[in-house]
């Protein structure tokens, strides 16, 4: 139990979250990795590509963290919503809401910002299962970012 319990814990390895957060997800394909580095500081981008905006994550995320000068993280990035994580269970679970997590060396946190794409329902037919007889009107869900 308390070695369960310990996997959740975040530690002062950079590397050991990134691998635990990785392993949280069963090395899914869907959990994306980008390496920037941030005053100095090595850091980490952790996301779930299938739910998450890659214009959004590149030009309000990353950009910014990579022309940063001096400051805080939160103070750096131009979202309004930012949360921290202080385990890797609630980091995980909020990735898969949309966050994109955030790690940085020297930081006992995670911090997580939006990244999620939008999903428009729409009514009309399906393109990839028509159908002859019956109806020909059903909900299709796009995802826009």
């Known amino acids: 139990m308390d070695m369960q319990q310990d996997a959740y814990l975040i530690s002062e390895q950079i590397e050991t979250n990134i691998q635990n957060l990785f392993q949280y997800f069963h090395s899914s394909d869907d959990v994306r990795s980008r390496a920037f580095t941030m005053q100095g500081l090595k850091g980490s981008l952790i996301y779930l590509s299938t739910i998450t905006d890659i214009d959004k994550l590149q030009s309000d995320i990353l950009k910014p963290l ?27 679970t909020r990735m898969l809401q949309g966050k994109c997590a955030i790690l940085l060396e020297q930081r006992m946190d995670i911090v997580l910002v939006d990244a999620s794409a939008r999903v428009a329902h729409s009514v009309g037919e399906p393109q990839n299962e028509q159908t002859i007889r019956g109806s020909h009107v059903g909900f299709v869900d796009d995802v826009y970012p």
Do not use: F, M, V
Not at 67 to 83: A, T
């Open 66 to 92: 990579q022309q940063s000068g001096e400051g805080r993280l939160e103070d750096i990035l131009p979202i309004l919503n930012i949360e921290l994580a202080t385990d890797l269970k609630t980091a995980a």
